[in-house]
């Protein structure tokens, strides 16, 4: 799938750098392709803002795009339009599907919909929700071919089907778990022997995952085993707002670039010779990372290269 159109919110600097660097991702109709020109970060004030950005980009021809944004199983925990604190949840993106459809009754709905105790509308007035339908209608005549959301939980509930259906998109993915962003500098790595990188990861904390020098494009040691190469550790620190933190630990600069190439790349590029558009990571250079916090299955987080175990915490919505 290459060629994608990435959008993703502003705040969110880890996965901008990381779709800009590594170009790529893993979904279940295949290995995605980015662009480095292609990542947009753009001021994600409201559902509005970016449904506006979807419709602008189907206006100019492109048709398949990775959403990068903060995410809930039934929402997408932004304000629907600027000016209220009402988020698109579910039954609202039910309804805006329904209005954009020409549905009257579901347009009338949209506007006798209040956002709290005081009874303030969504819509300040009916010209907010029909700018808002319109846009939507623009997207659906269009349609979508593929949208990839990266952002936590949207397809563990209801959410995910709302999206689906009020944009009429024909392919859409979403986690089904937290999804992740962060970084680690790795000028910091030296060459290390066997026994002080075995140390290492021993002093790092819970949870972790250990790799091979075969899991980082390394050969066999002098002795022709296949030892301890590379480490990483995540851990939360906060759940309100969901923040983590993470150490890794490498034999060498070497270890950490090959992992990058069998964990985030999934051997995609370096098995042929070729680098990402973005060109991965240099020598030494800052590396962004994407994944899935996933405690409760065989591995504590995933990545691109894990496969399949990472593609079941996908959920998928299809209407062709």
Known sequence: MPNLVALIDSHFNNMI?????????ETWSGHIEIQPRDVIAFAYGSVEALF???????????SS?????????D????PIVPGTNAAADSDLLDLLGQAASGESAARDSLLEDTTDEKNRPVFSKPAVLDKLIAIVQDIQRSRIDHLEIRGCNLG???GLKALHTCLNSKHTVAPKVTFFSGFFPTAQIRDSTQDHLVSEIGRLGQPRRIYNRSDCSLNADPSGNDTTAFAMQWSETSLHPH??????RGLNRDAVIGW???????SFYNVVGRTPPGGGLRNGGILPIIGMWSPNESKPFMFPGDGFDYLNLLAVENTP
């Open 17 to 25: 750098q990381y779709y800009r660097v590594f170009s790529c991702d």
């Open 243 to 248: 923040l983590f933190a993470g150490n890794i």
């Open 75 to 78: 929402q997408l925990p932004y």
């Open 65 to 73: 795009f990775l959403i990068g944004t903060h995410g809930a199983p």
């Open 260 to 266: 990058t190439h069998t964990a985030l790349e999934n």
């Open 156 to 158: 563990s509930g209801k």
């Open 52 to 62: 506006t950005q979807i419709r602008d980009q189907l206006r100019n021809g492109r």
